[in-house]
């Protein structure tokens, strides 16, 4: 069982920046891909971004390519989405989420929200314009 706790959400101003964490209890952090999901008022979670293992290779939405980033740091068992230029559509709660990636798995596996087997409780993210 891996807990996912999401931190550093909040309110911010259109075109302003914030940093989302998610910190994995787990001693095997790098046995799992990563990813960020987004659910806004009444509508479907989304796929936001996405991360291997190794961080060979990351994955996005076209709603935020080229503003958010995501990395990970597997020393402290941590993923992070970096916002830049924030849009008020970016206004949603957040989720961490988590897969066991060892073997082989298809790029489409890292897009699709049944792939991830853990999940954070979400983090609001606020952005007025």
């Known amino acids: 069982q891996v807990q996912l706790v999401e931190s550093g959400g909040g309110s911010v101003q259109a075109g302003g920046s914030l940093r989302l964490s998610c910190a994995a209890s787990?001693?095997?952090?790098?046995?799992?891909?990563m990813g960020w999901f987004r659910q806004a008022p009444e509508k479907e979670r989304e796929f936001v971004a996405a991360?291997?293992?190794?961080?060979?290779?990351?994955y996005y939405s076209d709603s935020v390519k080229g503003r958010f980033a995501i990395f990970r740091d597997n020393a402290k068992s941590t993923v992070y989405l970096q916002m830049n230029n924030v849009k008020p559509e970016d206004t949603a709660v957040y989720y961490c989420?988590?897969?066991?990636?060892?073997?082989?798995?298809?790029?489409?596996?890292?897009?699709?929200?049944?792939?991830?087997?853990?999940w954070g409780q979400g983090i609001q993210v606020v952005v007025s314009s």
């Open positions: 991360i291997t293992r190794s961080s060979i290779s990351t």
């Open positions: 787990t001693r095997t952090f790098n046995n799992y891909a």
């Open positions: 989420a988590a897969f066991d990636s060892r073997g082989t798995y298809s790029r489409n596996s890292y897009f699709r929200r049944t792939s991830y087997r853990y």
